[in-house]
């Protein structure tokens, strides 16, 4: 299986589903199950029970939902969502833009 394009606080926008159009940071990437944890997309309402311990009221609360990967494209920061290719400089393998040819920000 190869690995994903999409890294972790990468911006995304998702291309399908109900969030169609919506753009958020990636806050976890799930690659044995190909989805991927987007911030403000696919929101559900989970019921939670109150743990005084760790000081957590209960009630509805609202968390997002992992999202498969082909839902969604990384978005460039001149293009908008592109597709993602690939390009050595020197012994390090990049990720590029395939409309522009920049490289895409590697945030560690």
């Keep these: 299986m ?9 911006t995304v926008e998702v291309i399908a589903g109900k969030d169609k159009g919506k753009r958020g940071r990636v806050l976890r990437v799930m690659q ?13 309402k989970k019921t939670v029970k109150p743990n005084p311990q760790r000081n957590i ?3 509805i609360a609202e968390q997002e939902n992992p999202i498969h990967t082909s839902n969604v494209m990384l978005v460039c920061g001149h293009c ?3 597709r ?15 409309k522009c040819g920049q490289t895409l920000a590697t945030k560690k």
């Design 80 to 82: 908008g969502p592109v």
């Design 57 to 59: 009221k209960g009630g």
């Design 84 to 98: 993602v290719g690939f390009k050595f400089e020197g012994d390090t393998k990049v990720r590029v833009c395939r």
């Design 32 to 44: 044995d199950k190909d989805r991927l944890l987007v911030e403000h997309v696919m929101m559900v």
């Design 2 to 10: 190869p690995g994903l394009k999409i890294r972790r606080n990468d």
